[in-house]
Nanobody, 120 residues
Framework: QVQLVESGGGLVHSGGSLNLSCVLSGFNWDQYAVGWFRQVPGKEREMLSCSISHYGATTYRDSAKGRFTVSEDKAKNTVYLKMTNLKVEDTGRYLC?????????????WGQGTQVTVSS
């Protein structure tokens, strides 16, 4: 059973940076797609990035391109989301997820999320 635990969120001023971590367990890098998502109350959950380690590929949402970077440490079973030049509109709960049929699709699991708040 895949389990995910995020950390690293917090309060940051506009223009600042944060590094989020997602520790995965019960997980096979070759089978799962790992995504970072943002949830804002009253809005649809957004997929910020999707990584398929098997292919060594990560795609990003347009609003994240150039500012967010995903990396992984397989020895630590951890995926990171480095966020720079943060904007107020980046505020939300950040979740990572691992699924078999693509990011957010099919069998998989979600973490509880970590809150990111960007102040002006």
């Amino acid at each position: 059973q895949v389990q995910l635990v995020e950390s690293g969120g917090g309060l940051v001023h506009s223009g600042g940076s944060l590094n989020l971590s997602c520790v995965l367990s019960g997980f096979n890098w070759d089978q799962y797609a790992v995504g970072w998502f943002r949830q804002v109350p009253g809005k649809e959950r957004e997929m910020l990035s999707c990584s398929i380690s098997h292919y060594g590929a990560t795609t990003y949402r347009d609003s994240a391109k150039g500012r967010f970077t995903v990396s992984e440490d397989k020895a630590k079973n951890t995926v990171y989301l480095k966020m720079t030049n943060l904007k107020v509109e980046d505020t939300g709960r950040y979740l990572c997820a691992a699924h078999l049929d693509g990011c957010g699709r099919g069998y998989g699991a979600w973490g509880q999320g970590t809150q990111v708040t960007v102040s002006s």
